[in-house]
């Protein structure tokens, strides 16, 4: 007998290891999906890509002088008319342009200005990446309940469909109870198969926000209800002063910044540039040669280009950046404050389900079980008991699942740390 036992062992446990094979890869925390999105998310990773065209335009306004020095020779053969009489000549020059309108300082003012900026917006697009995935993983761990309590359901209507069954055949029960129970049984499984649906659907979306590999459907772990105390942290007077240094709008100061130095450097730029130029060389026939030293200095006259195509163009990017840094920041005012009244309407009904709708549906349901089993109750009251219950529970999870992602909307639109 003990080789049956253990074969039927085996194939009791063969679910078990398929299941551990499949899925060998522990739940993910919130805290590592967040760290995962920071990391490897595609607009992350293009943002940092820009880094080095504005370090390399820093590096390039911190250099001592803007333009380059010249160097300059020359050689010259010359000969009389009779062919005895020839020498030659050379001449060795440099020349340094200086700029005379502080544009150095405009353009390394700009340069700093768009690091700035540049650093604001990935700051920016890692907060985008990972609201993203908080956001996914909070759907995932509401699915992973909604699963949990469809299971529940089906277990619950599969036991009284049964239990109505023997009863029926015992002659307890009507046909009709028998039918009302096996509708309910499997409107149960219907909805554990679309909580299933929804859960790979979750879990799919959670890994393309972490970019994961397409075959990696990953489970979390954690409580759907875990910040609801946290709630206290902020204010809304905290969350408006937020929002007006959240990294975008820091992001648009920054260029506005920049785009207010390179109008200054295009004005500058009217300031003619000064060429100094200084040269040695030799002249004559060798027996009267001749040693020379040249200063030279030419200063361009600015009497028809006075750079106003460059001056009008950089003017409207001061504009425009005022506009639009103006309009993301009212923009995010009004945003932070109808998310804020929308998070405490969601807190309380949360609340309200906690306090008193999920433990009156479950005790009604105890009750409702010892009544039908008492003969108080029909079995048409008790199921309708029973799905006010699981009906609880179920909005209890997409209320929680709603808050969080208001929750995470807020804190985002207020610059808040996630």
């Not at 094979?21 to 992350?44: D, G, M």
């Not at 954690?222 to 990294?247: F, H, I, K, M, N």
């Not at 009750?367 to 029909?378: D, K, V």
């Amino acid at each position: 007998m003990r080789f049956p036992i253990l074969a039927l062992a085996l194939v009791l446990a063969a679910p078990t290891i398929c299941a551990q094979s499949a899925n060998p890869t522990p739940p993910l925390s919130l805290a590592e999906a967040l760290r995962l999105a920071a990391q490897s998310n595609p607009s992350v990773r293009a943002r940092e890509a820009q880094l080095s065209t504005v370090e390399g335009s820093r590096r390039e306004a911190a250099a001592l002088l803007h333009n380059n020095p010249e160097l300059g020779a020359d050689l010259i053969r010359r000969r009389l008319d009779s062919p005895s009489a020839s020498w030659n000549e050379w001449g060795l020059g440099i020349a340094q342009p200086f700029e005379t309108g502080g544009q150095q300082a405009h353009r390394r003012d700009a340069a700093d200005a768009s690091m700035g900026a540049v650093r604001a917006e990935i700051d920016d697009a890692q907060r985008q990446a990972m609201a993203t995935a908080a956001s996914r993983f909070y759907a995932v761990l509401a699915a992973q309940q909604r699963l949990q309590i469809e299971r529940r359901g089906v277990e619950l209507f599969a036991s009284t469909a049964a239990a109505v069954d023997k009863r029926r055949a015992a002659g307890e029960d009507t046909r009709l109870d028998a039918n009302l129970a096996l509708v309910e049984a499997d409107r149960a499984r219907n909805a554990l198969d679309t909580a299933e649906d929804r859960l790979t659907e979750a879990r799919s979306e959670l890994a393309t926000a972490l970019q994961l590999p397409p075959s990696a459907l990953p489970e979390v772990s954690g409580e759907l209800g875990s910040t609801l105390t946290e709630a206290a942290r902020y204010d809304l007077p905290r969350l408006l002063e937020s929002a007006r240094s959240q990294p975008r709008i820091s992001a648009l100061s920054a260029r506005e910044a920049a785009a207010r130095s390179r109008l200054e450097l295009e004005r500058a730029n009217r300031s003619p540039n000064i060429t100094v130029g200084l040269g040695v060389g030799q002249e004559g026939p060798s027996d009267v040669r001749e040693r020379l030293g040249v200063l030279t200095l030419s200063v361009p006259l600015p009497l028809f280009n006075r750079n106003e195509a460059a001056i009008g163009q950089a003017t409207s990017d001061v504009t425009q950046f005022e506009i639009e840094r103006a309009n993301v920041t009212r923009d995010s005012q009004a945003r932070v404050l109808q998310l804020w009244n929308r998070l405490a309407s969601q807190r309380a009904r949360v609340q309200r389900l906690e306090r008193s709708m999920v433990p009156i549906a479950e005790a009604s349901q105890a009750l409702a079980e010892r009544s039908r089993q008492a003969g108080q109750i029909g079995l048409l009251d008790q199921l309708i008991v029973s799905r006010q219950a699981l009906d609880a529970e179920r909005e209890l999870n997409d209320a929680l699942a709603d808050y969080q992602r208001t929750r995470i909307e807020l804190e985002l639109a207020a610059g808040w740390p996630l």
